[in-house]
């Protein structure tokens, strides 16, 4: 059993930076991933890691921007959150399972969203 607590949302202007982060406790996992939903849209994977080799993946749309790393020690996924947009405002999620990919279908635990609001 995975349990993932999302942390770090709130509300920032654009061109503002946040950091969220995703405590996970268990190990049946392989791969940590962050989602995001705004309203009216579907759930959109942002990026993913394999902590224990550091590899990476993100989407086109937050590329060059978001940062995913993690913190093994403490069991923990960081996602740095740079040079936000009114469109990155959204629930973020984090999640973890053992396949690779940013299908919200390849994810098993969820943790439950923190809120990220961009103001123009």
């Known amino acids: 059993e995975v349990q993932l607590q999302a942390s770090g949302g709130g509300l920032v202007q654009a061109g503002g930076s946040l950091t969220l982060t995703c405590e996970a406790s268990?190990?049946?996992?392989?791969?940590i991933a962050w989602f995001r939903q705004a309203p009216g849209k579907e759930r959109e994977g942002m990026a993913c890691?394999?902590?224990?080799?550091?590899?990476?993946e993100y989407a086109r749309s937050v590329k060059g921007r978001f940062t995913i790393s993690s913190d093994n020690a403490e069991k923990r996924v960081l996602l740095q959150m740079n040079s936000l947009k009114p469109e990155d405002t959204a629930v973020y999620y984090c999640?973890?399972?053992?396949?690779w990919g940013l299908g919200d279908v390849l994810y098993d635990y969820w943790g439950q969203g923190t809120q990220v609001t961009v103001s123009s």
């Open positions: 999640a973890a399972g053992i396949h």
């Open positions: 890691i394999n902590p224990t080799d550091g590899s990476t």
């Open positions: 268990g190990s049946a996992y392989d791969v």
